[in-house]
């Protein structure tokens, strides 16, 4: 089991660049989820699956769109990358029960706008 | 709102005792903890669903008052294993998909 897999792991862009981070998880888990984390903010709530099919805005949606493309997979994209966007962005999944099972995180990818 | 956790940061002796609080300006049903080591991911610690109720893995515990809509967490006999962010998760209703993360508290343990 690989759990929770992101790419890529380090990603440079200039403004108004455009690009695709990919999730994908391969322990059967419905909901999924985008959070990027700024120092002294903790991790912030982008997008949210809660099963193929669905998605919900978090906290801070603007300037990011996702796809659940199927079970397994959950993408954010960067339609024009601002320099506001530097972050570390973590891809998380989570199995049936929202309110008993943790959520599993991947490595990570960091995102420097220039 | 995310919730605010407190102290920002705290630096401890081995084998000292630390309390990290987590509070909530909204109503909340449930409070996940995470700790997060520098450079990876965050990893689950436990999760309180009902008010009151002081869960335990090994010598980290959590407590979860709802009507002060707030959690603690509680590290006894801190080890340097202990270092890292502890972030807490927050749930205002049964049932929902939607957690959100606290500011995080940054422990860091000496020998």
């Known amino acids: 089991n690989a759990g929770v897999t992101q790419t890529p792991k380090f990603q440079v862009l200039k403004t108004g660049q455009s690009m695709t981070l990919q999730c994908a998880q391969d322990m059967n888990h419905n909901s999924m989820y985008w959070y990027r984390q700024d120092p002294g903010m903790g991790l912030r709530l982008i997008y949210y699956?809660?099963?193929?099919?669905?998605?919900d805005k978090g906290e801070v949606p603007n300037g990011y769109n996702v796809s659940r493309l199927n079970k397994r997979e959950f993408s954010l994209r960067l339609e024009s990358a601002a320099p506001s966007q530097t972050s570390v962005y973590f891809c998380?999944?989570?199995?049936?029960?929202?309110?008993?099972?943790?959520?599993?995180f991947g490595p990570g990818t960091r995102l420097t706008v220039l | 709102q995310q919730p605010v956790q407190s102290p920002q940061a705290v630096i401890l002796r081995e084998g000292e005792d630390a309390v990290i609080n987590c509070s909530s300006s909204k109503a909340l049903y449930s409070v996940h903890w995470y700790r997060q080591k520098h450079g990876e991911a965050p990893v689950f610690l436990m999760i309180l669903l009902k008010g009151g109720e002081q869960k335990g893995h090994d010598k980290i515990s959590a407590s979860f008052n709802e009507k002060k809509q707030q959690s603690s967490l509680y590290l006894t006999a801190s080890q340097l294993s202990y270092s890292g962010t502890y972030f807490c998760g927050t749930g205002d209703r049964a049932g929902t998909y939607k957690y959100i993360f606290g500011t995080g508290t940054r422990l860091k343990v000496l020998a």
């Open positions: 998380a999944s989570r199995g049936q029960s929202p309110m008993t099972n943790e959520q599993f």
């Open positions: 699956s809660a099963s193929e099919g669905t998605t």
